[in-house]
């Protein structure tokens, strides 16, 4: 399992989160906010996707256009991230991301924390089941992007 650190878009139950990472012995790989957000929708970025033409390189183009107006306007952002990308880029070239493993837990009992997720990037201790990404190559990032989209009509 591949996600981004956003655990109430993904599932609704805390609880039930931390008992997947927990007890489940299923191997999973976390991107973090810091990895995601070097993953920004850039104005060459944007020329780039642009210069593909094909409909797949329009929508994206748009979609980039709508989301990047709302992030300057709520978060100040001149370049939009692009969070969504980052677990299928993992997938696909994994070599993209910097990777440590880690414990990940579920935070189930906090007022103001509910349902984050954290991860220990202390030192690790052996056999840590999680993978952990932590930064990025945002110039091979985009490559493997603009490259799939390329192959769209």
Excluded: K
Excluded at 18 to 35: C, D, H, K, Q, Y
Excluded at 42 to 68: I, M, N, S, Y
Aim: net charge negative; aromatic share 6%; with cysteine.
């Amino acid at each position: 399992m591949v996600r981004v650190f956003d655990p109430w878009t993904q599932i609704d139950s805390p609880a039930a989160l931390e008992e997947l990472f927990r007890a489940s012995g299923i191997e999973n790989s976390n991107i973090t906010p810091e990895a995601n957000l070097q993953a920004l929708a850039t104005p060459d970025v944007r020329a780039r996707l642009a210069a593909l033409g094909g409909r797949a390189a329009v929508l994206g183009g748009e979609l980039l256009d709508f989301f990047g107006a709302r992030y300057l306007q709520h978060q100040g952002f001149a370049a939009p991230p692009v969070h969504d990308l980052c677990p299928m880029v993992h997938l696909v070239a994994p070599e993209v991301f910097t990777t440590v493993e880690a414990p990940v837990a579920v935070e189930v009992a906090g007022a103001l924390t509910l349902g984050r997720t954290v991860v220990d990037l202390r030192d690790s201790p052996p056999g840590a089941r999680h993978v952990v990404g932590v930064s990025m190559d945002a110039e091979r990032f985009w490559d493997v992007v603009l490259e799939a989209v390329a192959r769209l009509p």
